[in-house]
């Protein structure tokens, strides 16, 4: 069982060029706004953005997306699939789920409180 992504591919854009989807199902409190910044200062932006050739819109990356326009950041790297919309939007809704990405365990819960 493979699980590449068929025909996607990763190059730099200008985050000008990309929109955020109208539909995207994930909304981010303030506060986590404010630790996903911390996180990517401390890091850096290890997740690429998913973005689809088709439509223009971000499929994946909505709120990593604002905090590097909010710093200032001019092009980053993107993942770029080419998806019809009953896709892009199956593809945005499993890259969102909480369902798929399962719970935290009590210790991280600990350690969150921590950061």
């Known amino acids: ?13 200008m985050l000008s060029e990309l929109h955020p989807a109208d539909y995207n ?9 404010t630790g996903l910044g911390q996180s990517m200062e401390r890091f850096g932006d290890l997740a690429d953005i998913v973005w689809n050739k088709r439509s223009g819109n971000i499929v994946g990356g909505h709120q990593r997306y604002r905090k ?29 789920s909480q369902e798929l990405r399962g719970d935290f365990t ?3 819960k600990k350690q969150l409180a921590l950061c």
């Open 25 to 33: 199902p994930r909304k981010i409190t303030d506060r986590a706004l």
């Open 1 to 13: 069982m493979s699980f590449e992504f068929r025909d996607a591919v990763t190059q730099k854009m």
């Open 106 to 108: 009590a210790e991280v």
């Open 68 to 96: 590097l326009l909010d710093a200032g950041v001019t092009d980053t790297e993107v993942v770029v699939v080419d998806l019809d919309g009953n896709e892009e939007v199956a593809l945005n809704i499993a890259l969102n």
